[in-house]
């Protein structure tokens, strides 16, 4: 093994390791938060700026995906070549900023706009995290290490929910965009002051004698000829599909089929948001590093089974009339769903030599958001729209129901029609995107079939 200096064992520690990790939940955790606000409230943005569920799903997808795959390589390229850390903290502060930005908005175009903003900083989340952690921890420990990091996913959502659901009924949604941008901006600061860049493959053997990073195109060619890692990320762009499509208009399946006011909703949607996400990341990850050191290919049966399970419970979920039995389905549903990040974070990195992990993390970032933020939530919007349409009968449900709902002073028969197609069309929507995951399914199962063969040679 290489010979260290006494900084660089410092940075493997238990100590550094131990704040390093907070650090990456903290800034994880308000990357989380920014998406959850968005996501809980959009039904009351919805109604304040007379939008579709079209425009939301353009809003949360369109808007947000475009800058965050359009920069997702070049950031990944970029943090082969320059520090890690301060690409990180430079982006952190972008989609803060972005998101207090939202605050300030007075109609859709303003919206998209600040939202632009919003993907453009996050596309430099994960790619930069994950190669940092590939030179903190050894191959058999970095899907737990990311899942950890990740925890800050439940956190922040649950936070981020509860904080924006509170403040929207004390103050206003806008209030609640300002409330939780600051605060980003803030740990930026703390990122860039304290932590300190590892050298690449640090735990991997790899020589101190600095050696060229592969160009783009030899890292194009190894991502084709690595049978295991196509597979790994088109699957992971279609359960992304399905995540960031739930996620996105959950809380707005609650308002409207359970008739919940923001506060209540917001609360209810982090609940189920952060046990899923804790539970399906801790379960992934710590399994799946505990059964590839027996089998490798574990990491990918793992996201197969929970791909299988997820959509089956969500059918059922979808349809339940008591809050209760709902909430409870939900959560089990989003818990199988997300069996599969952890395991994928870890694959990417071990298919992957050192200077090539960035890239790889942005290539399946850049695919995800694409399929996942991109087009998940503007298809469901689109559905709902139609589904909603449908059920309304023969007149114009958006001209009738602008917002969803029904003008004010309208007959209460009227109100009901609207209320009802509205949550008609959430529910139809949302049921028909599930039946992506059996897709994604598929694609962890061929994965498995050469993942052994595929993992770089310098993983232990």
């Given amino acids: 093994m290489t010979d260290r200096t006494p900084e660089e064992q410092r940075l493997l520690g238990p100590g550094y390791r131990a704040l390093f990790l907070f650090s990456m939940f903290l800034v994880c955790a308000f990357n989380f938060a920014d998406r959850a606000i968005f996501a809980v409230l959009a039904q009351t943005i919805r109604v304040d700026l007379k939008l579709t569920d079209f425009d939301l799903g353009m809003l949360q997808g369109f808007s947000f995906a475009l800058l965050y795959a359009g920069l997702g390589i070049p950031f990944g390229r970029l943090a082969e070549h320059f520090s890690r850390l301060k690409i990180l903290a430079a982006a952190t502060a972008i989609w803060s900023a972005a998101t207090a930005l939202c605050g300030v908005a007075q109609n859709y175009t303003q919206l998209m706009l600040a939202r632009f903003g919003v993907g453009m900083g996050e596309a430099g989340f994960l ?195 008591s809050l209760g039995s709902a909430t409870v389905l939900l959560t089990a549903a989003a818990a199988a769903l997300l069996l599969f990040y952890g395991p994928t974070l870890g694959m990417i990195q071990n298919l992957l030599e050192p200077k090539m992990r960035a890239s790889g993390m942005a290539l399946f970032s850049t695919f995800y958001t694409l399929v996942g933020a991109g087009v998940g939530p503007t298809v469901v919007g689109f559905l709902s729209d139609r589904f909603a349409q449908r059920a309304f009968g023969e007149r114009n449900f958006i001209a009738t129901c602008p917002g969803g709902v029904a003008p004010k002073g309208s007959a209460q028969v009227l109100v009901d029609a609207c209320a009802n197609a509205s949550a008609t069309g959430i529910q139809q929507a949302l049921s028909v995107v599930v039946c992506s995951a059996f897709v994604a399914c598929i694609c962890y199962f061929k994965a498995s079939l050469t993942l052994r063969q595929d993992l770089y040679v310098g993983v232990k």
């Fill in 127 to 321: 790619p930069t995290v994950s190669s940092l952690v590939a030179d903190h921890f050894p191959a058999k420990r970095r899907a737990t290490a990311m899942s950890l990091i990740m925890l800050g996913t439940p956190a922040g959502t649950f936070l981020g929910a509860l904080i924006a659901g509170w403040i929207a009924a004390e103050y206003s949604w806008r209030h609640a965009f300002y409330a939780l941008g600051i605060p980003g901006v803030i740990t930026a600061l703390l990122v860039y002051l304290v932590l300190r860049e590892p050298r690449r493959g640090l735990v991997d053997s790899e020589p101190k004698a600095p050696t060229p990073v592969p160009n783009f195109r030899a890292f194009v060619k190894t991502a084709i000829e690595r049978r295991a890692l196509r597979y790994v990320v088109i699957g992971g762009a279609f359960a992304g599909f399905v995540m960031t499509s739930i996620s996105s208009f959950l809380n707005v399946f609650l308002q409207r089929t359970f008739h919940l006011p923001v506060r209540e909703a917001g609360a209810l949607y982090g609940t189920i948001s952060g046990l899923a996400i804790a539970i399906g990341l801790l379960i992934g990850a710590l399994s799946s590093d505990w059964l590839a050191q027996k089998d490798k290919r574990w990491s990918a049966w793992i996201a197969s089974v929970g791909l299988f399970c997820s959509p089956i419970v969500y059918y059922f979920a979808f349809r339940m009339e």
